[in-house]
Nanobody, 123 residues
Framework: QGQLVESGGGLVETGGSLRLSCTAS????????ASWYRQTTGKERELVAN????????NYGAGVRGRFTISRDNDKNIVYLQMNNLEPEDTATYYC????????????????WGQGTQVTVSS
């Protein structure tokens, strides 16, 4: 059974940095695209960033472009989200997502979610 576990959240002051990590297990992570989403109470979950299987293509939400960087290490089965110049508006629960597989034959498409990690940015 596939699993994603996030870590690295916490409390930081405006302008500070955090690096989130998401460790995958139970499936071939390198065949899955990976994404970070965030959600605050009463709002829909929004895409923060995603990265393709090889880590060569990335995409960012408009509110984080230029401040956040997504990367992955397929040898370690980890996807990262480096968050710099944090703002109070970045306060949310951040979720890791993996979907696929891509590039291999598979009976069906699968999607995995982590349990979330809280990021709080104080003003």
């Amino acid at each position: 059974q596939g699993q994603l576990v996030e870590s690295g959240g916490g409390l930081v002051e405006t302008g500070g940095s955090l690096r989130l990590s998401c460790t995958a297990s139970g499936f071939t992570f390198s065949n899955y695209a990976a994404s970070w989403y965030r959600q605050t109470t009463g709002k829909e979950r929004e895409l923060v960033a995603n990265i393709n299987t090889a880590g060569l293509r990335t995409n960012y939400g408009a509110g984080v472009r230029g401040r956040f960087t997504i990367s992955r290490d397929n040898d370690k089965n980890i996807v990262y989200l480096q968050m710099n110049n944090l703002e109070p508006e970045d306060t949310a629960t951040y979720y890791c997502n993996a979907d696929g597989p891509f590039g291999v034959a598979a009976p069906r498409h699968l999607e995995y979610w982590g349990q979330g990690t809280q990021v709080t940015v104080s003003s």
